[in-house]
Structure formats: C-alpha cells, structure tokens
C-alpha cells in the first residue's frame, strides 16, 4: 500500500531565507503531484512531475522527482510572506489511486 | 470556465441522517476522486473512479457509497451519519497523468 510522508509538517522561516520541503513515498510510481492550500480554500496545482529526474521551476518554486530513491523535493528559494500557506505532494499508486502526504504548514515571517 | 462544482457548500446534518454530496466536472475527465480533509490534516482518499460504471474504494470508504453513472457526474452519498464524518469533503477530477483540479469543497458538520 503506497505511504507518502512528508517533512517537514510545520515550517516558519524568514523572509529571503532559502529551505527544501520533502516528499518520500514507499512504492515505485513515476507521476508525483504538488499542490498549495490557502487557509480555508482548496487546493490549487503547483507542479506535474512525470519522470525520473524531472525539474520544474514557477517563480520562488522549484520542485524535482528522483522515481528510485522515490523522492521528490520543493524547493523554496528568498521566501517571501505571499508563499505562506500548506503544501502538499501526491502520488499516483499503480492501481490509480491518488494519495497525498499530510501536509507542510509554511508560516514565513516578514 | 466552471470546472469542478461541489454542492451544497455548507451543511449540518444531524445523526442518522443522509444526504448526497453533488460533484459535477465539465472538462471531460475520465479520474474523478473524493477526499475528505480534516482539521489541520491532509487528504484522505475515500472513494475514486476511472470512467463512467467504474468505481473503487480508496482509504476511508466506510460510510459512504458512490456512484458514477456519467462522466460529468460523480455524487457521493452518506448513509447514517456520524460525528467522526464531521469535515470538509473535496472532489477533484483529472486526465490521467495531468495536474487534478478541485472543487470548492463541502463543509459538513455531523450534530
């Protein structure tokens, strides 16, 4: 049964400071999914990684996917307060399923 | 540009009652998912569908049942509810592969 796990859950940090959120999960799959929420509202799509190796890039963001140490990284580059929300990762099991991590709860200070 | 709609957006149920949460997409996809979301947790997975007369339980499908007669249609029905369905529920619908867009979410309150 796929796990997904991520860390870490709560996150405060400092604006300008740089920091990597991480997503591990227990068995092979190769399409992993970031998302953010705003308190109160649903979830809204950051980044489709397809392949091993697989590197995206929108603005302060940027995640990657390493499909054999099943691994996939968010990357937070001079944090600015406007990224403070929760991030999620995701991941697409063999049999369809879509299961998610439980979260990093980013607070970035100003 | 409507996407994904979920109705009602609120709801208080008292217990025992039923009700059917609506969830319609108009982008033709095939993967449709509920999720219900806890306060301050990650999603659960209950029930998903890969195409219209195909549905499979997903992590937490105990007290709820599905249905998915269309492809633009996928209700997701309480039967006798408790207090622990107290949450927010979240349908999300998808083509294989690509990101999964949301809906609004249902906010559900078991008296």
């Known amino acids: 049964e796929l796990k997904v796990e991520q860390n870490p859950l709560f996150l405060s940090m400092q604006e300008g400071k740089n920091y990597t959120i991480y997503c591990n999960y227990s068995t092979t799959s190769d399409r992993l999914y970031w998302y953010r929420q705003d308190p109160g509202k649903s979830l809204e799509s950051l980044f489709v990684l397809l392949s091993n190796g697989a590197v995206k890039q929108e603005g302060r963001l940027m995640a990657s996917l390493d499909t054999k140490a099943r691994l996939s990284t968010l990357h937070i580059t001079a944090a600015v307060h406007d990224l403070s929300a929760t991030y999620f990762c995701a991941v697409d099991s063999t049999d369809d399923k879509i299961i998610f991590g439980k979260g990093t709860r980013l607070h970035i200070l100003p | 540009n409507a996407g994904v709609t979920q109705t009602p957006k609120f709801r208080i149920l008292k217990i025992g009652q039923s009700m059917t949460l609506q969830c319609a997409q108009d982008m033709n996809h095939n993967y449709m998912y509920w999720y219900r979301q806890d306060p301050g947790m990650g999603l659960k997975l209950i029930y998903y569908s890969v195409g219209a007369g195909i549905t499979d339980k997903g992590e937490v499908p105990n007290g709820y049942n599905v249905s998915r007669s269309t492809t633009e249609d996928f209700p997701l029905r309480l039967e006798l509810a408790a207090p622990s369905q107290t949450s927010v529920y979240f349908c999300?619908?998808?083509?294989?592969?690509?990101?999964?867009?949301f809906g609004q979410g249902t906010r559900l309150t078991v008296v």
């Open positions: 999300a619908s998808q083509t294989l592969g690509a990101e999964a867009f």
